[in-house]
């Protein structure tokens, strides 16, 4: 996954001791690039937040400027009816520091579903040696979202669906309620199932998210 530019800090570069020719305290460096993730993930969060609130609202369409920074999300199991997928790109806001040699651009695959059920959610997001790390839906209760909709350049699971239609013009779509670009290739069905779900994703919003039992952290790892 694509990492975010690291944040100068005056804590890196203070001098080992003279007299005893210790390097800085582990401990006291580990503090350091935890704030670090903490300064850059924080305004992420809020954005994230703001962004549901307007799709729900009906005030911002599925596409939207893109940070350039991919995330994991995986689940146990996702179920879901009225289910679309097709093709896109996502582009990345004007000058952005993550668009290397894509020109901002992402080639992406669009999943849409009107309803949706993951058992046992988790999404992290590397921010340079530290993962932020999402769970939730882990117990009776599992995470739901209605009209959500992911753009993916990876997708893994045990898949099946009911009256599955396979070529259709993205534009004439209509499970979901989402239509894709005209002349692109798409495909819907009535109800999907994806065991053992694991995404690449740059973009996901979704008019209602509910996510019982959340629990954010910071860990070495991440989903």
Not at 62 to 76: C, E, L, N, R, Y
Not at 115 to 124: E, P
Not at 185 to 212: C, G, M
């Amino acid at each position: 996954m694509a990492s975010s530019t690291d944040v100068s800090s005056s804590a890196d570069n203070t001098p080992e001791n003279p007299e005893s020719g210790s390097s800085p305290d582990p401990v006291r460096r580990g503090r350091v690039r935890a704030r670090r993730a903490a300064v850059m993930a924080v305004p992420a969060t809020l954005v994230a937040a703001t962004l549901a609130v307007l799709t729900a609202e009906g005030a911002l369409g599925v596409q939207f400027a893109i940070s350039g920074m991919p995330f994991t999300v995986t689940a146990k199991e996702l179920n879901g009816t009225g289910f679309e997928q097709f093709g896109g790109l996502d582009n990345m806001a004007p000058g952005s520091p993550n668009e290397g040699d894509t020109g901002g651009q992402v080639l992406v695959v669009t999943s849409a579903i009107k309803s949706a059920t993951l058992d046992s959610l988790c999404q992290s997001v590397d921010l340079g040696g530290t993962n932020l790390l999402i769970k939730a839906g882990s117990g009776s209760q599992k995470v739901t979202a209605t009209d959500l909709t992911t753009d993916s350049t990876e997708l893994t699971g045990d898949a099946s669906f009911t009256n599955i239609e396979i070529g259709n013009d993205a534009s004439t779509l209509t499970k979901a309620g989402v239509k894709g670009p005209i002349g692109v290739f798409s495909q819907q069905s009535d109800t999907v199932r994806i065991a053992n779900l694991r995404q690449t994703n740059y973009a996901t919003t979704a008019a209602v998210f509910k996510l019982p039992g959340l629990k954010l952290s910071f860990s070495s790892t991440g989903c």
